[in-house]
């Protein structure tokens, strides 16, 4: 490898973390955000550093325009996509490796599974404008020449995402001991078949989002509401009773917690659980085996 190469992996490696987090705000998918990181890498390569006066603000502005290039293009096909889309789960490790949330909260949230659900309701450009600028903390100027668009523009377009995400987030809770608890103690009324102690520790506006992409059994549409939610989750765990040499375990995915259903020694779901003031508010379960195929990764995230 020639100096100049191993100056420039040596660079992109060092500011990975930040990149792919990225790209996965904008995407929504690790594998995406894997194949931005790529091709950018590819065009950063060609780049004299002796011109680069700003390496980290530099190879940013490569992968966001790279990610929001996905983005535009993947809007069409999130449309024709079968039932509900949801992101795809990650297991982030924060910069000094833990899975501590309170490190960042302001990042921790930006890759929960309920921040990413609310980013896939704004428009690709929109979307690319809130993520650079509320959680990365980019110029206007700079957000400006990624997105195309001119400074006020970018202006209007950050003011109209950020009323809009602050309109749909719910409170956001970094996972501690208790969210653990909650999450057990469900899972156990669940496997239980215990509705009325379900519905007591679901939120009464609790909601059920499943994906499975048309590849795999899956609810096509959310179920709204705790009695009906409670029911859902009964009907899994019998369900997942049932799967060959069934087995449960409980992780922390997109800084909140999850359970991992594997049957077989494949991972058959992940079920990311939303918690806000002591209740379960919403459950994500992931059943699309695309979206499987590299959740187990720890991934480094950073801002």
Request: proline residues 4%; charged residues 25%.
């Amino acid at each position: 490898m020639a100096a100049s190469d191993s100056a420039h992996a040596e660079l992109f490696t060092h500011l990975r973390p930040l990149l792919f987090t990225i790209a996965y705000e904008m995407l929504g998918s690790a594998t995406e955000a894997d194949d931005v990181l790529q091709e950018s890498y590819l065009r950063w390569a060609q780049v004299a550093l002796d011109t680069v006066t700003d390496t980290k603000a530099y190879l940013a502005q490569i992968v966001s325009r790279q990610a929001l290039n996905t983005l535009r293009t993947n809007s069409r096909r999130r449309e024709e996509y079968v039932g509900p889309w949801l992101p795809e789960p990650v297991r982030v490790a924060f910069d000094d490796n833990t899975e501590d949330a309170s490190v960042d909260v302001v990042l921790a949230e930006s890759v929960s599974m309920a921040m990413l659900v609310v980013l896939e309701t704004l428009a690709p450009d929109e979307r690319a404008v809130f993520v650079m600028r509320e959680v990365f903390g980019f110029d206007y100027s700079e957000i400006a020449s990624t997105v195309c668009k001119s400074e006020a523009a970018v202006r209007q377009m950050a003011h109209r995402a950020r009323e809009h995400v602050q309109s749909r987030r719910r409170r956001f809770t970094p996972t501690d001991q208790q969210a653990e608890e909650i999450t057990t103690k469900f899972l156990l009324a669940a496997a239980g078949g215990d509705v009325d102690a379900l519905v007591e520790m679901l939120a009464p506006d609790a909601v059920w989002t499943s994906d499975g992409g048309g590849k795999v059994s899956a609810a096509r549409r959310p179920v709204y509401g705790a009695d009906r939610v409670a029911r859902v989750a009964i009907g899994l765990s019998r369900a997942a009773a049932e799967f060959p040499d069934v087995r449960m375990e409980f992780s922390i995915y997109n800084s909140t917690p999850a359970l991992l259903i594997y049957s077989e020694g494949h991972l058959d779901v992940v079920l990311a659980v939303s918690i806000a003031d002591g209740k379960v508010e919403h459950i994500f379960a992931i059943r699309n085996p695309d979206k499987l195929a590299t959740a187990e990764i720890t991934r480094r995230i950073s801002r």
